[in-house]
């Protein structure tokens, strides 16, 4: 086939994947108040009062490893999270990261020992693995 | 074309685009708009077509993407520095194979349409390599471990915000196309070097400034 067709092929192929794809993003987006912790489902409000605040930097919320402690996850250092944001982002941390970990009241994830992208924004669930 | 004057092309165009990463893409990022569509298909895509016009000569684009990623080693914001640097490399090398395959035919009447469609393409596959680059050193380098479940679960919306860069790259390509009347070989080396070297160094005191 010769270049030119091709290049305006999968340009239309190009255009059709990304407008798909934001389609699919839209629609399965999750719009939650709520985070499920652990198969539970909490309030932030709820998860702010069971576990201990924390500040980091410029960053205030409450500490991850204290709300996995306080929801009652046991021997939570075994396990690996799986923190999972609205639009479908997510990030597996271990124990220690969590050690680290603190949510925001806007409902993100901020760890001091692991790079940005391991932000996560609108947390929707932390799941325990 | 001369050696000399093809390294001194890759290191002022390379130096240009780890610039740009490391000074724009910050500033753009801070004024919440979507840095990384933008960064692609402006800076990293249009810079790689520019130098192409410029020097026709393969395996330049590599070589720009291995100095702006040396830059960006530079560069004091972001997380992982590494992680970017190598992603703009894989950058430089799948700009280099799409030219190879989508360069278009200059000789045919709607060439427009076919430079905005090699644009759309090139542009989207930049930024798609360049993200999902990203978010697998990123955890590789960090504590974290790399989980590809993680990466499955995003690509969707890795696909749907290339499409801005996509639309970019789109425009960028015929307008970039236009420039093709200028030859860096007619530019004479009196005022060829001191002015490529002199942009390489600014930009490289700036970012290193900024650190």
Not at chain 1, 60 to 68: M, W
Not at chain 1, 122 to 127: G, H, M, R, S, Y
Request: proline content about 3%.
């Amino acid at each position: 086939m010769e270049k030119n067709k091709l290049n305006l092929i999968l340009a239309i192929i190009v255009i059709l994947v990304g407008i798909g794809s934001s389609v699919y993003v839209q629609a399965t987006k999750i719009d939650s108040k709520h985070i499920i912790v652990n198969g539970k489902d909490y309030t932030i409000d709820q998860l702010f009062d069971i576990s201990e605040e924390k500040t980091y930097e410029t960053y205030s919320g409450i500490a991850l490893d204290n709300l996995i402690v306080k929801t009652g996850v046991e021997d939570p250092e075994i396990h690996e999270f799986i923190i999972i944001g609205a639009d479908g982002y997510q990030k597996t941390v271990k124990w220690e990261n969590m050690s680290n970990g603190l949510l925001t009241k806007d409902g993100e994830s901020i760890f001091s020992d692991l790079p940005k992208a391991f932000i996560v924004k609108d947390i929707v669930e932390i799941k325990v693995d | 074309m001369e050696k000399r004057k093809l390294f001194a092309g890759i290191l002022v165009f390379g130096s240009l685009w780890g610039f740009s990463e490391c000074i724009i893409g910050s500033m753009l990022r801070n004024a919440g708009l979507p840095a990384g569509a933008i960064m692609t298909g402006v800076f990293a895509f249009g810079l790689m077509v520019i130098s192409r016009m410029f020097y026709k000569t393969g395996g330049m684009q590599f070589g720009m993407g291995l100095v702006a990623g040396a830059l960006r080693l530079f560069n004091p914001f972001g997380g992982c520095h590494i992680c970017s640097a190598i992603a703009i490399m894989a950058e430089g090398v799948i700009f280099e194979i799409l030219w190879y395959k989508l360069s278009p035919d200059f000789e045919e009447s709607d060439a427009l349409l076919n430079k905005s469609s090699m644009g759309i393409v090139m542009s989207y596959c930049i930024y798609i390599v360049g993200y999902v680059v990203t978010q697998i050193l990123t955890p590789v380098f960090s504590s974290a471990d790399f989980h590809i479940e993680n990466l499955i679960a995003f690509i969707p919306q890795i696909l749907a915000s290339g499409l801005l860069a996509a639309v970019i790259g789109g425009i960028m390509a015929p307008t970039i196309f236009l420039l093709n009347i200028i030859d860096i070989t007619k530019v004479r080396n009196r005022l060829y070097y001191p002015a490529t070297i002199g942009v390489s160094a600014l930009c490289w005191w700036i970012v290193i400034a900024n650190t």
